[in-house]
Structure formats: C-alpha cells, structure tokens
C-alpha cells in the first residue's frame, strides 16, 4: 500500500503544481486591457467618420493608403474630442493618387459632431 500511496501523492503533484504555474502566468502575462475612454470612443468614431466624408472628395477613392505615414490605418489620425460638446477635431494625413495618376499625400482638416447613433460634418478642409 505504501508505493501506491506514493505513487498517487507524486502524480498528483505532477498535476498540481503544472496547473498553478499555467494559472497564475496567464493572469500575470495577459493582464486584462482597460476598456477605452468615452473620449477615445469618440475619437476612434470620428476618425471613421472623417474617412467617409472624405472619401467622395477624392478622384479615386480606391487609390487611397489611409495609413500612408505608418504601418497603423486611419486610426492612427490625430483626434481631439470634446466629449461635453460631442465635437471632435481629426487631421487625417493619407496618399493617394491626384488627377494626373501619381500619389500625393494629402493633409485634411475634418470637424465632426457627435449627433445621437450619426456623426454630422462641421467642416472639412484639404491642406
């Protein structure tokens, strides 16, 4: 009786103590990520909202590279959110081809404003 009485206290440390070691390096190497700011939802919102307004503005929208200074897409554009108002102020900087078929960059100045579920555009402005 007394191997087998050993035999089962040794697996079941082989069992245990594997299952501590996995349980507290998940929790301790994925910590939970905060959950975003009502200002960065804004401005993550409006982000996407100044691409729509721009996009028929080009001469071929498909031509577009939103993420054109970086690996990051068009969430990267700089954003400042006035939560109270609901306005925010986006400068999205992209390329994309101008009328003669070459890609230009193209600096815009986008106000948009937080109405209920949509975004109503304020003003926008290509530099």
Not at 19 to 31: A, G, R, V
Request: with cysteine; hydrophobic share 35%; proline share 6%.
């Amino acid at each position: 009786m007394g191997v087998v009485k050993d035999t089962i206290i040794i697996g079941s440390l082989f069992v245990t103590v594997p299952l501590i070691w996995w349980s507290w390096t998940s929790e301790t190497m994925n910590p939970a990520k905060p959950e975003p700011s009502a200002e960065e939802q804004m401005e993550s919102g409006a982000r996407y909202a100044c691409r729509y307004f721009i996009e028929p503005r080009l001469r071929n929208p498909d031509s577009a590279d939103w993420g054109a200074m970086g690996d990051h897409s068009y969430a990267s554009w700089p954003a400042s959110a006035d939560v109270g108002s609901g306005r925010v102020t986006v400068n999205p900087r992209f390329r994309a081809e101008n009328g003669f078929g070459g890609m230009t960059i193209s600096d815009w100045h986008c106000e948009v404003q937080k109405d209920r579920d949509d975004w109503v555009l304020v003003s926008l402005t290509e530099h």
